[in-house]
């Protein structure tokens, strides 16, 4: 049995798609915080268990008679590590086999300020016992999505990266990646930097939603604090702001631009251009 964290998720759900065209859907666990929210699924044939990264106990039997556990990382900043340690808890009591964890790249060596709590996480996960995978993830193409209509249409992009790199991938990369580690073989103990298979700049990004509206479009670069003020001005509470800004930074300073080629290997294809995910996006509006 695989069980899936987080599986009401954007990632989450990814990966339930991927691996119920790999196995029968009587094999895969949807666990989730809200069951209802999956009714889709169970739907499938895919079982739905509650669970909840806050709510220890409801771990446990999420992952009763689990093979392997997807831990997808938790979406709040701060509260992550004891999250992600109660469901190696949980796993181990389970009698859980191996634990793949959806980490960042470069997670022991990057400055990125979302990376302590994914280092932390791995420390764990490496004590505990428990066989491991590390996917480390690098950024999605999805995170871009929002600067790219708002550059089509305002005619400008902000950040403070400068000429620095970006190799994203699509979310649905990844999810192919997570799916092809749950259902293969010989990945105890890997730690996987997954990345697209190709780099872009702020200005390439720039010129690419130019390309795709019709409409001119300029990559403006801020200092990091400006850029924090245009972050929070749009709505982003000022810690938040404070760090993407800063994530920024580090890309000028070439912390997301590597393309090592573990994603495109593992899911045996190139990745998805970053062209494909953003024309789709702008034509959805």
């Known amino acids: ?32 915080r809200s069951p209802e929210r999956a009714a889709d699924l169970a739907g499938r044939g895919i079982q739905v268990r509650e669970a909840d990264y806050d709510r220890p106990a409801t771990l446990g039997p999420a992952f009763a008679g689990a093979a392997k556990v997807l831990l997808i990382s938790g979406s709040e900043p701060g509260r992550r590590l ?32 979302l990376a302590p709590e994914h280092r932390a996480t791995e420390e764990y996960i490496r004590a505990s016992g428990l066989s491991f995978t590390f996917l480390r993830n690098g950024w999605y193409h999805e995170n871009y999505v929002a600067a790219a209509r708002q550059g089509a249409q305002h005619g400008v992009i902000a950040g403070s990266a400068r000429d620095g790199r970006v190799a994203s991938a699509a979310r649905a990369d990844f999810a192919a990646a997570a799916a092809a580690v749950l259902t293969g073989e010989g990945h105890r ?12 700049s702020m200005p390439e990004l720039a010129a690419l939603v130019a390309e795709l509206s019709g409409a001119p479009v300029e990559y403006r670069d801020l200092p990091v604090a400006e850029y924090a003020k245009v972050l929070e ?7 938040v702001a404070a760090m993407f800004a800063q994530t920024d930074a580090d890309i000028a300073d070439g912390w997301l631009g590597d393309t090592p080629g573990d994603l495109s290997r593992l899911i045996g294809r190139p990745t998805t251009p970053l062209r494909d995910t953003l024309a789709e996006a702008l034509k959805n509006g």
């Open 1 to 32: 049995m695989i069980v899936v964290t987080g599986a009401t998720g954007h990632l989450g759900r990814l990966v339930i798609e991927e691996l119920a065209a790999r196995v029968p859907a009587a094999r895969i666990v949807a666990a989730v």
């Open 82 to 113: 004891a999250q992600h340690q109660a469901v190696v808890d949980a796993a181990k009591a389970a009698g859980v086999d191996s634990v793949a964890y959806t980490s960042i790249l470069h997670a022991d060596t990057t400055p990125l300020g």
């Open 189 to 200: 103990g890997a730690v996987y930097e997954l990345s697209g298979d190709a780099a872009w």
């Open 233 to 239: 001005a749009a709505g982003l509470p000022g810690p």
